[in-house]
């Protein structure tokens, strides 16, 4: 199966001070460095025209490009979506660590193989305000734009927590996955 759709959001590695509490991103589910998230196969699922809208963590945008790269796209934006985090009782701005600033935002960049594919909806707005989730996940809204946008595609979430309606998945938490093999990807229960 070949996608038009890819989503991603890799279990980024960084340097954070977030041991302090285990908070940190590797005490919530396994991480991969970017060679590890590099050689995965995605160029094999991606059709000839094909989006990838990509979460990258903000200290390290060197490192999403370069992934982006191996996997065979090219840049179109680093803001193709901007979330505003909100707490999900008291509302307002949800504050995180950051480094210079706090944090209270995440972006997903998008990237391009081969011909771009037709935007359906011109009206979609990058900008997202919504509950920050339990840690890392993001709100279902993106997966709505993302169709909204490019219409019924065929399309595939990696490194998915769960399987949501009509997109193939592929994470260590889901109950059907994609395979990921070079030269392949199949879907297994």
Known sequence: MKYSLIYADPPWTYNDKCA???R?????????????ICRLPVW??????CLLAMWWV????????????AWGFRLMTMKGFT???????????AIGMGWMTRAN???CLFAVKGKL???????????????????????????EKLVQLLGDVPRIEL????????????????????ILVPGKAEVVV
């Open 58 to 69: 903000p200290t390290q945008p060197e490192e999403a490009l370069q992934v982006m790269r």
């Open 105 to 107: 935002s995440e972006d």
């Open 159 to 178: 490194f998915a927590r769960q399987q949501a309606d009509g997109w193939d998945s592929w994470g260590n938490q889901c109950d059907q996955s994609v």
């Open 44 to 49: 094999d699922l991606a059709a000839d025209s």
């Open 20 to 22: 302090d509490g285990k």
């Open 83 to 93: 979330w505003h985090k909100t707490n999900r009782v008291k509302g307002g701005s």
């Open 24 to 36: 940190g991103a590797g005490f919530k589910y396994p991480t991969m460095s970017v060679a590890e």
């Open 117 to 143: 594919p037709p935007r359906l909806d011109a009206s979609i707005c990058q900008h997202v305000t919504a509950p920050r989730m339990e840690h890392s996940a993001k709100p279902e809204a993106f997966r």
